[in-house]
């Protein structure tokens, strides 16, 4: 399977609490609802495209704990996401949980890049991180993503968690796929190609 890493972002690359006030208040962050004035339904097709990509979803601890709360209280029939996410198997990287609550879940104890690689070496088609971002932090780093879909609002924060900010060397990516929506949200889709290449400026001349 592939690794596949979506993440919503402002344009200063403050990743924390994209749906609501109190999605994530950790560290005093006051300022969390900023992607939710910007969603429309061009958004909102493209994540259920996305969505439907998945054989299963990866999850840090954190996040697979808010999901598991708040994904199975959504009954809606016309919700165009509850369903497949509640359905799909869910496998949480966590060395404190013993088990998961919110079925299929697998929990995945012991060194995180060991136990993805082997999900990763397995038939199929997306493992998708949602959120959890210093796993999906940690596992680009570690070279085991190999898709990484942001979406851009167009808001500046100044304050908050930011993205990809852990230690390792430099990612190579590839713009796959790129999208405005009506609303303003940039949507970004890269591959990933190994440790990223650096380079000198020689002029003009370096670019004919």
Same mark, same amino acid.
């Given at each position: 399977m592939k690794i596949s890493l979506t993440e919503f972002v402002t344009l200063d690359g403050v990743c924390q609490g994209p749906g609501s006030p109190d999605e994530d208040t950790s560290d005093g962050f006051t300022a969390g609802? +900023? /992607?939710?004035? *910007?969603? #429309?339904?061009?958004?909102?097709?493209?994540?259920?495209? +996305?969505?439907? =990509?998945? #054989?299963? =979803? /990866?999850?840090?601890? &954190?996040?697979?704990?808010?999901? !598991?709360?708040? +994904?199975?209280? $959504?009954?809606?029939?016309?919700?165009?996401?509850?369903?497949?996410?509640?359905?799909l198997p869910k496998y949480v990287v966590s060395n404190t949980l013993t088990e998961g609550t919110w079925h299929p879940t697998?929990?995945?104890?012991?060194?995180? !890049? &060991?136990?993805?690689?082997? =999900? &990763?070496? &397995?038939?199929?088609?997306? /493992?998708? $991180? *949602? @959120?959890? %971002?210093? /796993? @999906?932090?940690?596992?680009?780093? %570690?070279?085991?993503?190999?898709?990484?879909? =942001?979406?851009?609002?167009?808001?500046?924060?100044?304050?908050?968690r930011r993205l990809l900010t852990g230690p390792g060397a430099p990612s190579g990516l590839r713009l796959a796929h790129h999208e405005a929506t009506p609303n303003g949200l940039l949507l970004l889709e890269y591959e990933t190609t190994g440790q990223a290449p650096l380079g000198t400026y020689e002029g003009v001349a370096a670019f004919t």
């Amino acid at each position: 399977m592939k690794i596949s890493l979506t993440e919503f972002v402002t344009l200063d690359g403050v990743c924390q609490g994209p749906g609501s006030p109190d999605e994530d208040t950790s560290d005093g962050f006051t300022a969390g609802g +900023w /992607l939710v004035p *910007h969603m #429309d339904a061009t958004f909102v097709q493209r994540a259920s495209d +996305w969505l439907d =990509l998945a #054989d299963g =979803l /990866l999850l840090g601890r &954190r996040t697979y704990q808010a999901f !598991a709360r708040d +994904w199975p209280a $959504i009954t809606d029939p016309a919700d165009p996401f509850a369903e497949r996410m509640n359905t799909l198997p869910k496998y949480v990287v966590s060395n404190t949980l013993t088990e998961g609550t919110w079925h299929p879940t697998t929990v995945l104890r012991g060194d995180p !890049a &060991r136990a993805v690689a082997e =999900l &990763r070496a &397995r038939p199929g088609r997306e /493992l998708q $991180i *949602h @959120g959890s %971002a210093r /796993l @999906g932090d940690a596992l680009l780093a %570690a070279g085991l993503v190999d898709t990484l879909r =942001l979406v851009v609002a167009p808001t500046v924060l100044r304050t908050g968690r930011r993205l990809l900010t852990g230690p390792g060397a430099p990612s190579g990516l590839r713009l796959a796929h790129h999208e405005a929506t009506p609303n303003g949200l940039l949507l970004l889709e890269y591959e990933t190609t190994g440790q990223a290449p650096l380079g000198t400026y020689e002029g003009v001349a370096a670019f004919t």
